[in-house]
């Protein structure tokens, strides 16, 4: 009960547009600092480096999201270009997440496309791939639409998948061959569109990393569940389901010695690592995913 108000309250928070645009000026606060990899490019590729030298394998996601100006798409648009090209420059093994309401979604769809189709462009040159992470469910469609229309020109993008969307099985069904990221999924959603129970959702959640494992299709199991963890390993043995065709993934600050224990076993581990200083709403609903990270905010908020 308790538990399920303080989820209510992250996830309010993570999409207060007053609370966001304010957290931007006070810098990295309240412990935020542990799960995201600074304010700037070179101290986002600074990390990338670290962890690759310890075997792990990094996705860079330049923080922002609900943008309502074009100007602010358009700057945002440019930073992931730099950052593509600053993946390239320092030669280091990451690719790139982009969230398609920081580039301008709820402005205009057609603005939008036009600004994925730059990012796509400089991922094509620096031989890169750009995944498109998935937000709440009033935006699944559009973006599924973009990434249709991308896939006509580029095949170096995919998206990502929420178990505990109902449409979920089906769009894994129609996107078979297209690189997909898996998860649970993050947002709070009503129960016209999404299970509210976890075990329904667990239980969709395998039965859609099972379905698009069998179908061939390269797939991203971004969890740190690691009952679902087990359950893939022994699903891909079973199945004979080659290593290359999966990858485990993580977020940045957390479970990291299961993300070194899953390299060390010869497990792609790609970590998710977000920067840049528009980092209020990602780190509330990590707050809201887990209430034990909460020790860990307050010693932050305490702690500054
Ligand atoms: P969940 O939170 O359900 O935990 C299950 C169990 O695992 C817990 O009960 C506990 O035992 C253990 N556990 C979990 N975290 C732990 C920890 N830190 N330490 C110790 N034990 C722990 N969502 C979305 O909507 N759109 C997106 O694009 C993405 N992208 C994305 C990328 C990556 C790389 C990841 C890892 C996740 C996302 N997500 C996401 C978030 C995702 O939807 C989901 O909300 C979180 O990953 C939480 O669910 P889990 O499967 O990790 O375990």
Same mark, same amino acid.
């Given at each position: 009960?308790?538990?399920?108000?303080?989820?209510?309250?992250?996830?309010?928070?993570?999409?207060?547009?007053?609370?966001?645009? !304010?957290?931007?000026?006070?810098? =990295?606060?309240?412990?935020?600092?542990?799960?995201?990899?600074?304010?700037?490019?070179?101290?986002?590729?600074? @990390?990338?480096?670290?962890?690759?030298?310890?075997?792990?394998?990094?996705? =860079?996601?330049?923080?922002?999201?609900?943008?309502?100006?074009?100007?602010?798409?358009?700057?945002?648009?440019?930073?992931?270009?730099?950052?593509?090209?600053?993946?390239?420059?320092?030669?280091?093994?990451?690719?790139?997440?982009?969230?398609?309401?920081?580039?301008?979604?709820?402005?205009?769809?057609?603005?939008? +496309?036009?600004?994925?189709?730059?990012?796509?462009?400089?991922?094509?040159?620096?031989?890169?791939?750009?995944?498109?992470?998935?937000?709440?469910?009033?935006?699944?469609?559009?973006?599924?639409?973009?990434?249709?229309?991308?896939?006509?020109?580029?095949?170096?993008?995919?998206?990502?998948?929420?178990?505990? +969307?109902?449409?979920?099985?089906?769009?894994?069904?129609?996107?078979?061959?297209?690189?997909?990221? =898996?998860?649970?999924?993050?947002?709070?959603?009503?129960?016209?569109?999404?299970?509210?129970?976890?075990?329904?959702?667990?239980?969709?959640?395998?039965?859609?990393?099972?379905?698009?494992?069998?179908?061939?299709?390269?797939?991203?199991?971004?969890?740190?569940?690691?009952?679902?963890?087990?359950?893939?390993?022994?699903? !891909? @043995?079973?199945?004979?389901?080659?290593?290359?065709?999966?990858?485990?993934?993580? +977020?940045?600050?957390?479970?990291?010695?299961?993300?070194?224990?899953?390299?060390?076993?010869?497990? @792609?581990?790609?970590?998710?690592?977000?920067?840049?200083?528009?980092?209020?709403?990602?780190?509330?609903?990590?707050?809201?995913?887990?209430?034990?990270?909460?020790?860990?905010? =307050?010693?932050?908020?305490?702690?500054?």
């Amino acid at each position: 009960m308790l538990a399920q108000i303080s989820k209510n309250i992250f996830l309010y928070a993570s999409q207060s547009k007053a609370l966001n645009k !304010a957290a931007k000026k006070w810098g =990295l606060r309240f412990g935020a600092s542990q799960v995201v990899a600074g304010e700037t490019i070179e101290s986002a590729i600074a @990390k990338v480096k670290e962890l690759n030298e310890k075997g792990l394998v990094c996705t =860079l996601d330049h923080l922002g999201e609900f943008v309502a100006s074009r100007e602010e798409a358009i700057e945002a648009t440019e930073y992931n270009v730099r950052t593509l090209e600053a993946i390239h420059k320092a030669g280091v093994n990451s690719n790139l997440s982009v969230k398609l309401t920081q580039l301008g979604l709820d402005i205009d769809w057609h603005f939008c +496309l036009d600004n994925m189709k730059r990012i796509m462009e400089t991922a094509k040159r620096c031989n890169n791939f750009v995944r498109i992470d998935m937000e709440d469910s009033a935006h699944c469609q559009a973006t599924l639409d973009i990434l249709h229309e991308l896939r006509k020109t580029y095949d170096n993008v995919g998206t990502v998948i929420q178990a505990y +969307l109902y449409r979920a099985e089906q769009d894994v069904k129609d996107l078979k061959g297209v690189s997909l990221r =898996l998860v649970k999924g993050a947002y709070k959603e009503p129960p016209e569109v999404a299970y509210q129970d976890k075990q329904e959702v667990d239980a969709n959640y395998m039965n859609i990393i099972q379905q698009h494992l069998l179908s061939g299709s390269y797939t991203a199991i971004a969890s740190h569940d690691h009952n679902i963890i087990a359950k893939v390993k022994q699903f !891909a @043995k079973e199945n004979n389901i080659p290593r290359d065709q999966f990858e485990f993934q993580m +977020l940045y600050g957390f479970r990291t010695d299961m993300q070194q224990q899953l390299a060390a076993e010869g497990y @792609k581990m790609r970590v998710y690592i977000p920067f840049g200083n528009d980092w209020f709403g990602y780190f509330m609903r990590r707050l809201a995913e887990r209430p034990q990270n909460v020790a860990f905010a =307050l010693k932050g908020f305490f702690g500054k």
